[in-house]
């Protein structure tokens, strides 16, 4: 009996062992099948870049024709760009001269004069942050183009002539005989431009920044005309420097007429005594307001003429045209051998 089980135990013993190694044999197996598929593999990665490398010589004359095509196509586009001038100007913050007795009396009865709803005057920083904005928004600006007449000059242009100084119009948009706009667009656009299409290209034109360390301001016009450019940089100082003057002056007179009627139903002296003080203060804001014409920015340096172009890139066109013609190429010539095969 005990030599029978151990035949059987001897049995299972020489049956797991075989099992075993047939599980071993088997992995053996796939390991080495899947070294071969990755040598396949990588074989016909060779075999792929060596035809696309194939395809791409095959196709050599078609690559460079088109980029040729490219390259001339970019050349032609890129001399029929007029030139671009840019005048610039730097502006430093002017409105913070003068306001010392202002401030003074900000910090003595400012909360009496918030109660009669008077400005004694802010930072310097926040008057230069404002006119900054207006200086941006689109009624500065529609008012800034219907005042010196720049709608035709902004809308239809096309390109300066240097030879004889003068501005060159595009007729099929405008009819300088009839003065008359020929603008053929689709409703509702009409065939004069309207504010806020003028708006929106002087804004594409206009470049406005601050240095946040030194507080200049840059204000920059890119034009077709240099002398236009320099002179449009010119009316926009004086104008921001005028506007916010205008609403500085009126609104210390109305501060005065508040004042003086004031005064009237005021039975203490010392309270007559503060609001003539304000009047003395709010006076010295509008005489500042009318001898002082750069009121908010200082010209540090003016607008000038610009001499050099500041664009067209020609270079830069024709090289990225290029470019672009020859992977366009590549892609096609690709595309075909494969769509071939």
């Not at 490398?53 to 032609?76: C, D, E, N, Q, Y």
């Not at 007449?149 to 239809?156: H, R």
């Not at 409703?187 to 004069?192: F, G």
């Not at 007429?257 to 005021?266: A, P, V």
């Amino acid at each position: 009996m005990s030599k029978t089980i151990e035949n059987s135990e001897a049995n299972n013993n020489h049956g797991t062992n075989e099992q075993s190694n047939a599980a071993s044999i088997a992995q053996q197996q796939l390991f080495l099948a899947q070294m071969q598929q990755n040598q396949i593999q990588a074989q016909d990665d060779e075999i792929d870049l060596a035809e696309l490398w194939r395809a791409v010589w095959a196709g050599k004359f078609t690559i460079i024709a088109i980029s040729v095509i490219f390259a001339i196509a970019s050349i032609l586009f890129a001399l029929s760009k007029p030139n671009v001038y840019k005048a610039s100007a730097i502006l430093a913050p002017a409105s913070a001269e003068g306001s010392g007795g202002l401030s003074a009396l900000a910090g003595q009865f400012g909360g009496l004069a918030s109660m009669a709803g008077i400005n004694l005057g802010g930072s310097g920083g926040d008057k230069t942050a404002l006119a900054l904005e207006i200086l941006k928004s689109r009624s500065f600006i529609e008012n800034y183009i219907a005042k010196h007449e720049l709608l035709v000059p902004l809308m239809a242009a096309e390109k300066w002539d240097m030879a004889t100084d003068t501005l060159i119009l595009n007729n099929d948009l405008y009819d300088q005989v009839n003065s008359k706009w020929l603008r053929d667009v689709k409703p509702p656009k009409k065939a004069e431009p309207s504010s806020w299409e003028a708006f929106k290209q002087f804004s594409n034109l206009l470049s406005v920044s601050q240095d946040k360390t030194t507080s200049m301001v840059t204000i920059e016009i890119e034009y077709f005309s240099p002398a236009i450019a320099q002179q449009w940089l010119t009316w926009l100082i004086r104008d921001i420097n005028k506007i916010m003057r205008d609403e500085d002056q009126k609104e210390a007179q109305d501060s005065i007429d508040y004042l003086t009627n004031e005064l009237d139903n005021i039975k203490v002296t010392s309270m007559e005594t503060i609001f003539y003080q304000l009047i003395e203060e709010q006076t010295k804001s509008i005489m500042l307001t009318k001898v002082k014409a750069e009121y908010v920015f200082k010209t540090i340096d003016p607008p000038q003429v610009p001499e050099q172009k500041a664009g067209p890139k020609r270079a830069l066109i024709v090289v990225l045209g290029t470019m672009l013609g020859g992977m366009l190429s590549v892609l096609i010539v690709l595309i075909r051998y494969f769509s071939k095969k």
